[in-house]
């Protein structure tokens, strides 16, 4: 997911809400015999409203096979290709967990370390907040991003750059949500405490532990945390509704006036690609590509990251839903999430004009990720339809599965 749960239960609720039965399957034996199939549901994803789309799916089998399909009135922005760079949201969280776990497997860290021991006086109750929790969400702290302030930067309405201890602050100067260790409740805050933590126990900085102990040893050239809100030339745009049409689709709750900074395009979007990005740091600030983080997936899962025990500790879950114990599951940033062809292991991630879902199998053998150049534009019925069909489309094409023909059941996202 995601950069806020407000955004994310838009999506949510709207893709359920718009789900019927999968109709019969059509048999696919590699990711290149559904490239056709795939293209169709890229299609039809931009034709409900997606202003663009990359897919990109590996069968550990075959070369992957790549999609990628754009509005026509995006064009004159940026024309879409399959290397293109991407703000991944709340996958960052993924690999901010995974440097923490390295920490931990060299004992310089520990899960069970209390935040008041890396973070003193910065976290209210933290000597009861451990960084298992923290990477669990199950700390209970207050999600900065449904502060005021906070969601005014998000959406690129204030410029001022924040840091991330002014984010931390302004999510611990709420009340906690519950008792620590209670029970589940997905919070960016605290992947910004750990992003803290992690720059006290190395001494480096965030983005350079990124470059140091990922990027560089996958050879991912084109994934980093930025030092600016300034857009590269291969980065693709990313579009949200106008004022007028984001208004409908906002949730209850959401400050009055909340909208999109950005210049016009099309008919009722605005781009939002130069926005201010401060507000995502360690909780969703990475930039790569669907090449680079399959890389990142396959490494990870195969174990060739972190020893089998920190791994195992990651895949560690607690139910997203406590009525459903035996459906999506988060572990230590990384979530389970059961599809109609099977489960899989990823996250999912959303900033200002991006949306994307990186998944693999079991193994990391088998890759897929779907990038959307918006979040809300998705929030409509038929959009979020479409879109749906094609994640869980792209997952069957990657586990070598009946690809669906429609719309199906889709599984939560953050």
Request: proline content about 9%; aromatic content about 6%.
């Amino acid at each position: 997911m995601a950069l806020t749960t407000m955004l994310a239960t838009t999506l949510t609720a709207c893709g359920a809400a718009s789900a019927t039965p999968a109709p019969a399957p059509t048999s696919t034996s590699s990711p290149a015999s559904a490239r056709g199939p795939l293209a169709a549901f890229a299609r039809k994803a931009v034709d409900a409203g997606a202003p663009g789309v990359i897919v990109r799916v590996d069968d550990g089998r075959h070369p992957a096979t790549t999609v990628t399909d754009q509005a026509g009135w995006t064009t004159a922005d940026h024309r879409l290709s399959e290397s293109d760079e991407f703000r991944m949201g709340s996958n960052t969280k993924t690999m901010v967990a995974t440097l923490v776990m390295q920490l931990v497997a060299e004992h310089r860290l520990a899960l069970t370390d209390p935040v008041e021991q890396w973070l003193p006086g910065l976290v209210p109750n933290g000597r009861a907040i451990t960084v298992r929790m923290l990477l669990n969400h199950t700390s209970g702290l207050f999600n900065y991003l449904y502060d005021p302030a906070v969601l005014a930067a998000y959406t690129g309405r204030d410029t001022r750059h924040w840091t991330p201890e002014e984010l931390l602050a302004a999510g611990t100067a709420h009340p906690p949500q519950f008792a620590p260790g209670s029970r589940f409740s997905y919070s960016n805050t605290n992947y910004i405490a750990l992003g803290l933590i992690l720059q006290r126990a190395t001494g480096h900085s965030l983005a350079d532990l990124i470059q140091q102990r990922i990027a560089r040893p996958l050879h991912l050239r084109h994934t980093y945390l930025p030092s600016s809100p300034a857009a590269g030339p291969r980065l693709a745009h990313g579009y949200e509704p106008d004022a007028a049409h984001l208004a409908p689709l906002l949730p209850p709750g959401t400050p009055p006036g909340t909208s999109f900074a950005g210049p016009h395009r099309g008919a009722a979007d605005v781009d939002t690609t130069a926005g201010n990005q401060s507000t995502l740091w360690a909780a969703g600030g990475i930039v790569s590509t669907a090449g680079d983080w399959a890389r990142f997936d396959t490494a990870l899962l195969s174990g060739k990251l972190l020893p089998a025990a920190q791994l195992a500790e990651m895949r560690t879950t607690v139910p997203e839903d406590p009525a459903a114990p035996n459906g999506d599951g988060y572990g230590l940033g990384l979530r389970k999430v059961v599809f109609p062809c099977g489960t899989v292991w990823g996250h999912d991630g959303q900033a200002a004009g991006y949306s994307s879902e990186t998944y693999t199998d079991p193994t990391g053998k088998r890759t897929v990720a779907v990038l959307t150049s918006t979040v809300f534009d998705l929030a409509r019925p038929r959009a979020a339809a479409a879109h749906q069909a094609l994640v869980n489309a792209a997952v069957c094409a990657m586990l070598d599965k009946r690809l669906p023909t429609g719309p199906s059941p889709s599984p939560t996202t953050r």
